[in-house]
């Protein structure tokens, strides 16, 4: 069980790697296809080439008429398990309707190729590898973009308001002089549960202090403080070396807790409030104290630790965090605490409204610090074709049970900065992380021409 709650609380930066972009929001093209796979398995025969076969079986494994493990290798099947990989088939079809068939759009070699699956509503487009040995198992998946017949700001719109729980997205233009032009939003002012999108304050103030000449880049220190953490740092011994580029990368590429805790420390966790207060947010008081992850994962696996932080006020809390501090770390979280669901999502978490992610990507767009745009485009958060829309993608993603909140400071072609952010809280059940990655690069997708 040490090990489930780190799933968790990666899963998001997990599916968005794996999977990448789920639906686009761009009209339907039509390409003429080298090779057409129907819904009906193509039989294999001399001629068929195993990228072929496995194109053609694709269909029954969306619909799950073919297990997963009869049509994926083993190693594909470790990276993204079977239970995992029925909900995104399942989120495609309830977003897309029925898959209709597959087309073979560039044949890279006999084994691998560029797929497009047509849905009743749009397409999905996939990079496909298959072993060369029969049954020709997939080895690869990649969705890298996607097309949605017939979309809209409306229909955008409708969609992030009929998510069950609560949600909110904003689209912003930012600008030199002046404030953020507000273009598209619902809840823009509701405060949400963002997960480890509070990783940006962080970044922020980390670029602030290396503006203000007290820190390095290349300024090495040790990765001292254990938490949950990504595949990154997980087995890394106590006290490895890293420079602070490194910490700040894996905090937000890989989402790996252990460095952002690190970073939090080394920084201040009073000069990184202090950072959110410089930059703007509407409601600070809900997420002051400003937690380490471990801080956060120990009270919430705890009844007693969670009733008396969130009856105390902020001043007892700083005490509390204090005081107890040999009953917040690494070994004190009782992670069967997690396996339910949600877990105090409302009150042990770090918030902000759409509106004041804006400000935080504002303030990011204007450090004046190169290596914060390359570190926040390490992983660019949707498939591989749909970032290429832009000229320049930053991401930042969270989520745990409940909770999955996505935001991208992006530069359009025709030279113009947005802030585009979405957050999606359900303090009862899970909610579908495919279904807003797809919300989320629906709404790029429409504006990524502009």
């Known amino acids: 069980m040490r090990d489930h709650y780190a799933r968790e ?8 790697t794996l999977v990448a972009a789920i639906v686009g929001s761009s009209a339907c093209s039509t390409i003429a296809p ?22 053609g079986k694709l269909i029954s494994v969306l619909t799950g008429a073919t297990p997963p493990q009869d049509y994926f290798d083993p190693s594909f099947i470790a990276a993204v398990p079977t239970a995992q990989i ?40 996939m990079n496909l590898a298959a072993r060369a040995a029969p049954p020709h198992k997939v080895s690869g998946l990649l969705i890298t973009a996607s097309e949605a017949k017939d979309d809209s700001a409306a229909k955008i719109d409708a969609d992030f308001k009929a998510l069950p729980g609560k949600a909110g997205y904003i689209v912003a233009k930012l600008s030199t002089a002046g404030s953020p032009e507000i273009l598209a939003g619902h809840n823009i002012g509701e405060q949400f549960a963002i997960g480890s999108t509070f990783k940006l304050y962080i970044l922020a103030e ?87 992850t471990v801080e956060a994962f120990a009270i919430k696996s705890s009844d007693a630790l969670h009733a008396e932080f969130t009856a105390a006020s902020e001043a007892g809390q700083r005490t509390m965090l204090a005081a107890k501090k040999d009953q917040l770390g690494f070994d004190d979280v009782d992670n069967n605490a997690f396996a339910d669901g949600p877990r105090f999502i409302d009150a042990i978490e770090w918030f902000a409204s759409p509106a004041d992610i804006v400000g935080l990507m504002e303030f990011l767009k204007k450090a004046r610090n190169d290596k914060i745009l390359e570190i926040m485009a390490i992983n660019t958060g949707i498939g591989e074709d749909d970032s290429k829309k832009w000229d320049y993608l930053g991401f930042k993603g969270g989520s745990e049970p409940g909770v999955i909140s996505l935001s991208y400071l992006a530069h ?3 030279g113009d900065w947005y802030a585009i952010s979405g957050s999606w809280n359900n303090t009862k059940t899970e909610v579908d992380t495919t279904r807003m990655v797809g919300l989320m690069t629906r709404l790029l997708s429409s504006y990524s021409g502009k």
């Open 9 to 16: 609380i990666c899963k998001v930066m997990k599916k968005i």
């Open 34 to 55: 080298p090779a057409i796979a129907s819904a009906e398995p193509r039989a294999e025969t001399a001629q068929a080439e195993p990228v072929e076969i496995a194109a």
């Open 86 to 125: 029925k909900q995104i088939s399942d989120s495609l079809i309830a977003q897309y309707g029925a898959p209709q068939s597959v087309e073979i759009t560039e044949k890279l070699n006999p084994n691998s190729g560029k797929i497009a699956v047509h849905f009743e509503k749009g397409i999905v487009r």
């Open 206 to 292: 980390l670029a602030s202090q290396i503006e203000a000449g007290k820190r390095n880049w290349d300024d090495v220190a040790p990765l001292a403080h254990r938490s949950f953490s990504s595949q990154a740092t997980r087995r890394w011994p106590e006290n490895a070396p890293m420079t602070l580029q490194s910490l700040a990368s894996m905090m937000i590429a890989t989402s790996d807790n252990s460095a952002t805790d690190t970073l939090l420390h080394l920084l201040g966790r009073e000069q990184i409030e202090a950072k959110l207060a410089s930059i703007g947010h509407s409601a600070p008081d809900k997420t002051l104290p400003f937690l380490s």
């Open 412 to 414: 359009s072609k025709s």
